[in-house]
Structure formats: C-alpha cells, structure tokens
Antibody, heavy 127, light 108 residues
Framework: EVQLVESGGGLVQPGGSLRLACEAS????????MDWVRQAPGKGLEWLAR??????????EYAPSLRGRITISRDDSKNSVYLDMSSLKTEDTAVYYC??????????????????WGQGILVTVSS | ERVMTQSPATLSVSPGERVTLSCRAS??????LAWYQQKPGQPPRLLMY???TRATGVPARFSGSGFGTEFTLTISSLQSEDFAVYYC??????????FGPGTKVEIK
C-alpha cells in the first residue's frame, strides 16, 4: 500500500523558516518524481515544486511565485522528500501535501499529475 | 502560465441527477488535463487524467471529455459519496502546474 506521511508542520513566526518532510512507503521511491502542493484554508490547490527521480538527476522545478523562498530535496536512501521554506509570510499558512507523480508504464519520467497524496500537514504562520 | 477556471463555483444537485462540471484553460493544454475529487479533511483523489482516462478504482459513472481549452467532467448519476469539491489541473505547460479554483457539488 502506497503511503505518504508528512511531518514538520506547526506554528512559525513571520520571517521564520521551516522544513517539511514526507516519508514514503509501499512503492519504489527512487523511480518516482515527487511534488509539494499546498492549500490555504478554504482555498484551492497550489503547486509548489517537484523533484525528478534518480535517473533524471533529481532535477528540481519550482513555482515562479515562490522560487527563492522554497527548496525541494529528496533522500532516496530514506524514501523521503523535503520542503525547506524561508522568509515565511502569513499567506503561507496552509495545509502542505506531498504528492507522488504517476509514472507512465515503461518510462522513467513523471506524468505531472498526482496519483497519491499524503494526508497533509498544517503550517501556520502567525505572530 | 496557464490559468484554469472552473464553472460553476457551486452546484446544488439531488442524488441520481446527471452532473456536468466545466474547466477552461487560458491557452491550449491539449489533452494534458486531470481531475481530482476532494472531500472535507481529506487530500485530493485523482479521478481522471489525459482528459478521459479514469484512475484506478474510479467508477464508470465518471467520464471526461474535451481538448485544448474546454473540458468537462460528467457524473452520470450522482451518488451520496460524490458530494465533494472537484478540481481540474493542467500539466501541459509548466512550471507552474496549475489547478482550477474548484467546483463544489453540494446536496440540493
């Protein structure tokens, strides 16, 4: 069974930093592209970042609006993906999801849509 | 950036009715469109990808159509478990990958 479990959320002051982690199980982690998506309270979904798999050199891509404030990384030995966030603002308050990109059969790349999601972790930015 | 819009924002429906949700892209996304269902307190669930391919375990009452800039998700006969928010997502042009604002399907 595929599982994605986020951790590291909580209350942080404006201007602060935070690292979120997502531990995966139930699939061959190093074969999949992994992403972070967030959802502000009562709002829609916002894609943040993706990291490619090992065969594609773990290349990272970011939402232009957040580039420079977030960093996605992964540790295949720990089946984990991370999101480092800095200079946090109140508008960064959201539930943060890690998500697995579907991998088209017979390929080594991600599909850019998400077949599994974690349960999400709440980050609250407030003084 | 491809901007996605969805209509209506809210749809009030009775169980058993046929439901049609619309999604529009600001520029063509070809067939690179997915739909997700989200219930309160839960993560999104993939319903459809490549416009019309149902994800694993998705009932046949869900169908998708469209190409380019206009897309539709149809639920042939709404069941009680289908009351949720539905999001479309384009993956033709990135970064960023973009989602629509969602359509809430509520009980009439």
């Amino acid at each position: 069974e595929v599982q994605l479990v986020e951790s590291g959320g909580g209350l942080v002051q404006p201007g602060g930093s935070l690292r979120l982690a997502c531990e995966a199980s139930g699939f061959t982690f190093n074969e999949h592209y992994m992403d972070w998506v967030r959802q502000a309270p009562g709002k829609g979904l916002e894609w943040l970042a993706r990291t490619r798999n090992r065969l594609n050199s773990h290349i990272t891509e970011y939402a232009p609006s957040l580039r420079g404030r977030i960093t996605i990384s992964r540790d295949d030995s720990k089946n984990s993906v991370y999101l480092d966030m800095s200079s946090l603002k109140t508008e960064d308050t959201a539930v943060y999801y890690c998500a697995r990109e579907s991998k088209p059969q017979g390929t080594n790349w991600g599909s850019k849509f998400f077949d599994y999601w974690g349960q999400g972790i709440l980050v609250t930015v407030s003084s | 950036e491809r901007v996605m819009t969805q209509s209506p924002a809210t749809l009030s429906v009775s169980p058993g009715e046929r439901v049609t949700l619309s999604c529009r892209a600001s520029q063509s996304v070809a067939s690179n469109l997915a739909w997700y269902q989200q219930k309160p307190g839960q993560p999104p669930r993939l319903l459809m990808y490549d416009v019309s391919t149902r994800a694993t375990g998705v009932p046949a009452r869900f169908s998708g159509s469209g190409f380019g800039t206009e897309f539709t998700l149809t639920i042939s006969s709404l069941q009680s478990e289908d009351f949720a928010v539905y999001y479309c997502q384009q993956y033709n042009d990135w970064p960023p990958l973009t989602f629509g604002p969602g359509t809430k399907v509520e009980i009439k």
